[in-house]
């Protein structure tokens, strides 16, 4: 098939399972197109098989703002009239769907045969913003009139359908991971460049917006520290971040905490975890979290969230309420002090992720996905 593939170019779930969707299906022999702003993140390698097309925004002294949805829908457009896309597969709705609905009515009109739109949906695009008064309409508008309209986690379906009010069908899709890259591997990672050996590390993958609540981690760590020799690492970056280091400061806790920005290869270093914490508030599925466990670190995330449903609790991690993190450090103190079990919830990390999410498995659903709307 010949497949365009639009998602956000910076680090976040949605660009991450759109990047690495193009490029396992690549491998499967597709001709993948990404059309986006910048280069997406992890493409950062050639590849047979994937092309990238740049989207431009022209300034001009009317344009207060950019219409960069106009330019990228009409790229969406000039890629599918040369090189015949068969599906346009957009990553995060807003303003991606309506952006391929455009694409869409401006092929019709010139008579040329439109490429079947799916929507995957990945999280705060309807628990956020999408549900924001200003792109409710828009949002919902652009949903359902998509062909196909997948959601990472059976979480994103339902409240879609609630939010939304929609009776369309939503494919739950969930996220995915390559096994030959995340595995529990104490060799991969130099954990002696961030603890000694007699202390625990703890680990926090993000893009540090509030939804993440880097606070609480800090809340958790502070507690844990205060009973274990321990350290802290942090991944990633985002608008927390500066509020995030004052509070490190004002709790004395600089030493024990690393903060390492954004990285390319995370595989290399969740490894070295001993627990991976992500107290979210809202969190459709958790593909930093499924990464973790994949390389048999155990989890401590929040209930009631999609991560439900990749967090086996009380056997690769523990689910306990948003913002409780007396709760959340007490869990993490009593599981890091008990070897025997510590060993046993990081063995079923990797084993119980494996059974569900490989990217083999993942990839054929969007595979079969693709040539069931292709088909209808
Ligand atoms: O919120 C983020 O951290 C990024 C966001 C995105 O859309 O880029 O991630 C969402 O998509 C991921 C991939 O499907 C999911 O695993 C995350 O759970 C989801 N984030 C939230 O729902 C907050």
Known sequence: MNIGITCYPVPGGSGIVATELGQQLALRGHLIHFVSYALPFRLDQYQANVFYHGVDTTAYPLFKFPPYTLTLAAKMAEVTRNFDLDVIHVHYAIPHATCAYLAKQILAEQGIATPKVITTLHGTDITLVGADPSFYDITRFSIRC?????????????????????????????????EQRF??????????????????????????????????????????SAKLPAKLLLIGEGPDTILARRQITKKRLTDKVIFLGNQN??????????????????????LAALEALACGVPVIGTSGTGLVEVVNDEENGYLLPVGDTTLMADKA????????????????????VAEKFKAEKIVTKYENYYEEILGG
């Open 265 to 286: 290869r995370v595989e290399a270093l969740l490894p070295c975890a001993d627990l991976f914490l992500l107290p979210s508030e809202e969190e459709s599925f958790g």
């Open 146 to 178: 998509s062909d196909g309209i997948t959601a990472v986690s059976k979480y994103l379906a339902d409240e879609t359908k609630e939010v939304f009010k929609i009776e369309n069908n939503i494919k739950v899709i969930h996220n995915f991971y390559d």
């Open 333 to 352: 103190i009593k599981l890091l002090q008990d070897e025997t079990k510590l060993k046993k919830f990081k063995e079923s990390a990797s084993r119980l």
């Open 183 to 224: 595995k529990p591997s104490a060799t991969v990672c130099q954990r002696s460049q961030f603890a000694n050996d007699d202390e625990f590390l703890l680990m926090h993958v993000s893009n540090f917006r509030p939804v993440k609540r880097t606070l609480d981690v800090i809340n958790i760590f502070e507690k844990v």
